[in-house]
């Protein structure tokens, strides 16, 4: 039945923690949702048609005005000129009717003259030669000559015929080579005719020749109907779509607000948009995005405790509250306040007091809310020069943190983010190519540069605060725990002087292991200090304090001696849960054991009775070491006691033992619970020689002085 209530609790408690994990959720997004509700809410305008605008208006969008373009096309359509074609083979039909015709009038004359006739008069000679003409000349041609240039032509001999022929053929050609439109017809007639008046023939036939070129020379462009349609749609294809851009001005002040105006400002939806829900919807979409990518990066923290994302939350809030607030300064023509905002003490807080990746990951969250919160004097929806500036402040701070792993770093990474952002902001003022003189440019500089710095002195006074609150463990609270006048370690120093020393030693080792393997040495440090507190409780029963007595250990039981040895990694995690240490302190009190079993003791029991001896009775409880920092105390502990003890230690003989030891803490499986490696194992186990060596090193014996009288 117990097991089930047990269980039933479990269950309440997971149900607990998930309802407030949900609620701070929520309220991070509310804070989200608040600051940057002003800054999506659209602007309410009350504008008519053919009234005066009250301010200049900006359109907050970007959108194809569909009816200017279709304008547009059509303007561009209907300024395409038709297109004609010239037909250059007119030239040569009309060429070839010329000489037709004065072949024909002269066959007519041979034909003529070859005949017998013996016509009396003129009239009856052209009358015989027109029935000749009639069967080689067509009709319509007949028709369109007068009667006057055909009998004129049929009076005229052969050698003038030939040379009027050659000079109509010459002259229509030279024309009809051209483009002859309908319109310039006549004056084509004319320019033909002029190249006729120095033809060496009689009047008479020159007049005739004028009649034949006026009435060969024709138009011979066509309209073409596809090549028109073909570049008009060109012209219409060329047409790019008329858009009224975000930030463009529809209105000014006191502008008259005509139709085309009010169509525009209604493409744009600034006249309906009192009850629009757009802007909101996008922003719960934008705001549940981010809350998901710290949702996910902030899963390992918050499995068995709400603080840690309690503490996220009051950071996060913190950070944004701060932009909000500097934001409302827009409004009194600092425009560019934005880059004073210190938002980079988040990024600083999240990567000290959290994790580098969640750091990361809120930088961003901040770069985006920012970009939203600073849009105010912006006719978009995110001020992305800002952003930019806000995203990599933050970065640079969470990656100089990063490298150096110290929070007595927090100034100087302060001071780094200070000269990041006056880069950035110059490349961006750089990239908008602004044209910005000295005093502005200072201007950005002094912004740019007291932003890191109150960063960094905001994130330097707001740990302390966190530390404490949320039990956190500072670099400062290490150093002060380390101080000999703590009152703890004057109690190790006066009660159990000979456990002072061992803890001391171990603390060194420690210390110097941890660094190498990157972990928190000052941590291991402090908690070598106190791991074996518990030992004032009963120090005279600890073998390195047992100074001038016998050891009391000789007159007991082997399971009382090994309750009283074990008890002390218990009564050392009570004593500093009473006086409220970090809980990093207390568990490298109870873990610097592991469940490692007391030999001495167990085989002292096996050799004092012939029954069944439990050796898991004989082991200490754990747990195992849970952090890199308890393995290496765990290690630095056995291996510290062991060297002590050994007679005449070298450096081959240390090396041997640490090797035991480590080997016998793996085969044992005391380091299966944390994170160190082999390779982190080796390192370890070197550091650990070479601070032996150093301590344990030998010494140059000095010979003694014989006494020797001096003779005065």
């Known amino acids: 039945m117990s097991k089930f209530r047990l269980l039933r609790q479990t269950m309440a408690q997971i149900e607990r923690l998930r309802l407030i994990q949900i609620g701070l959720y929520a309220l991070l997004g509310i804070v989200m949702f608040a600051s940057m509700y002003s800054n999506v809410k659209p602007e309410e305008l009350d504008l008519r048609l053919l009234s005066i605008s009250p301010q200049t208006i900006y359109s907050p969008i970007t959108i194809e005005d569909k009816e200017s373009t279709e304008k547009k096309r059509a303007e561009a359509q209907q300024a395409v000129e038709d297109v004609y074609t010239q037909k250059t083979e007119y030239a040569q039909n009309q060429v070839d009717l010329v000489a037709s015709i004065f072949d024909a009038i002269i066959e007519v004359n041979k034909e003529y003259e070859q005949s017998d006739r013996t016509d009396d008069n003129v009239e009856e000679i052209i009358s015989a030669k027109q029935k000749l003409l009639s069967d080689k000349l067509p009709e319509d041609i007949q028709k369109n000559l007068s009667q006057e240039t055909i009998k004129q032509l049929l009076q005229e001999n052969n050698d003038d015929l030939s040379i009027a022929k050659d000079a109509v053929v010459t002259a229509v050609h030279h024309v009809m080579k051209n483009q002859v439109m309908i319109n310039d017809v006549e004056a084509m007639k004319d320019q033909a005719e002029s190249q006729l008046v120095y033809t060496n023939v009689s009047n008479s036939l020159r007049k005739s020749m004028y009649e034949i070129a ?16 073909e570049n008009r749609q060109a012209a219409v294809e060329k047409i790019e779509p008329v858009r009224i851009k975000q930030g463009q001005i529809i209105v000014e002040e006191n502008q008259l607000i005509n139709a085309d105006i009010y169509r525009q400002l209604q493409l744009a939806g600034l006249l309906n948009n009192k009850g629009t829900l757009k802007p909101f919807v996008g922003l719960f979409l934008l705001i549940i995005t981010m809350l998901s990518g710290v949702i996910y990066y902030l899963k390992e923290f918050h499995k068995k405790a709400y603080q840690p994302l309690l503490l996220y939350v009051i950071i996060s809030a913190i950070t944004i509250a701060l932009m909000k607030i ?48 600073f849009n105010g004097e912006l006719t978009t929806s995110f001020n992305m020069n800002i952003g930019i500036y806000f995203l990599i402040s933050n970065v640079a701070a969470v990656l100089f943190l990063s490298k150096k792993h110290r929070k007595s770093h927090v100034l100087q990474a302060g001071l780094i983010v200070a000269l990041v952002n006056v880069i950035v902001s110059f490349s961006i003022i750089f990239i908008k190519n602004g044209q910005l003189g000295t005093v502005e440019l200072g201007y ?40 000999p006048n703590h009152p703890l370690l004057r109690k190790i120093l006066t009660e159990t002087p000979g456990t002072y020393h061992h803890s001391v030693m171990v603390a060194n080792l420690s210390e110097a292991a941890c660094e190498t393997i990157g972990a928190n040495g000052l941590l291991a440090r402090v908690g070598a200090y106190y791991h074996d507190i518990g030992k004032t409780k009963r120090p005279q029963y600890f073998i390195e304090n047992q100074m001038n007595i016998t050891n009391p250990h000789d007159q007991l039981d082997p399971k009382v001696s090994k309750n009283i040895i074990i008890a002390h990694a218990t009564d050392g995690s009570e004593i500093l849960r009473k006086h409220k240490f970090p809980k990093e302190i207390i568990e490298i009190a109870e873990q610097h054991h592991g469940t490692t079993l007391l030999k001495y003791f167990y085989h002292k029991a096996l050799e004092q009775t012939d029954e069944k001896v439990n050796e898991q ?27 002590r003890s050994m007679p005449n230690p070298t450096p081959a003989k240390i090396e041997g033992l640490v090797r035991s030891i480590i080997k016998d803490r793996l085969q044992d499986e005391q380091l299966i619970e944390c994170d160190l490696t082999l390779k982190e194992l080796e390192l370890v186990r070197q550091a650990l020689c070479e601070t032996l060596n150093g301590i344990f090193h030998s010494r140059i014996e000095y010979p003694e002085l014989k006494k020797q009288k001096v003779n005065v």
């Open 214 to 229: 006026r009435f060969s020379i024709i138009p011979n462009v066509i309209y073409d109907p596809k090549k028109t349609a």
């Open 326 to 373: 500097l934001s409302f300064f827009q409004q009194m023509d600092l425009s560019e306040i934005g880059y004073l905002a210190p938002v980079a003490v988040g990024g600083i807080l999240i990567r000290v007091l959290m994790d580098e990746k969640v750091a990361i990951m809120s930088s961003i969250v901040f770069a985006i809310c920012g970009s939203v919160i």
């Open 444 to 483: 950005y500089s002094m912004m740019a540069m007291a932003s890191g710095i109150i960063a960094a002195v905001l994130a330097i006074g707001l740990l302390p605060f966190f530390e404490s609150g949320f039990g956190i463990l500072s670099t400062m609270k290490l150093i002060e725990l380390s101080s």
């Open 617 to 643: 009775d004989y082991r200490y409880p754990g747990p195992k070491p849970q952090s890199k920092e308890a393995a290496v105390i765990c290690i630095a502990d056995s291996v510290e006691a062991a060297v």
